[in-house]
């Protein structure tokens, strides 16, 4: 059985309009596999909430702050060999989560019309 205490990873590919790509880092720690996941959870909600509401946020690892007027979409991935890793990347999946967040450029692209 593999230990809770090996490190899991967030991360967190944000796409600008311009298609450029920047990667980030975030350490979601380690112990219990309930509290690896909160943190990744608030930490998608944060991102995701300031996308909707189009206000800026700063990622870490590198320091970046984002005008969301910019950002395309936001992928996560969850990295680590630890058997919470793996649990996690199976919840991004279940969840639609694999790619991210991003948004539509037109509402009628939003309701799955060309």
Do not use: W
């Not at 910019?70 to 694999?98: C, K, N, P, T, W």
């Amino acid at each position: 059985m593999t230990t809770p205490l090996e490190p899991t990873i967030l991360k967190m590919i944000v796409r600008s309009v311009a298609g450029v790509p920047r990667e980030h880092l975030l350490d979601l720690g380690t112990g219990k596999r309930s509290a690896i996941g909160e943190r990744m959870r608030a930490r998608i909600t944060a991102i995701e909430d300031s996308l909707d509401k189009g206000t800026a946020f700063t990622l870490e690892n590198p320091p970046v702050s984002y005008n969301c007027s910019h950002v395309f979409s936001v992928e996560y991935q969850v990295m680590g060999v630890s058997e919470i890793a793996a649990q996690l990347r199976e919840e991004l999946i279940d969840s639609s989560r694999v790619l991210g967040f991003g948004r539509p450029a037109t509402r009628a692209e939003e309701q799955g019309q060309s």
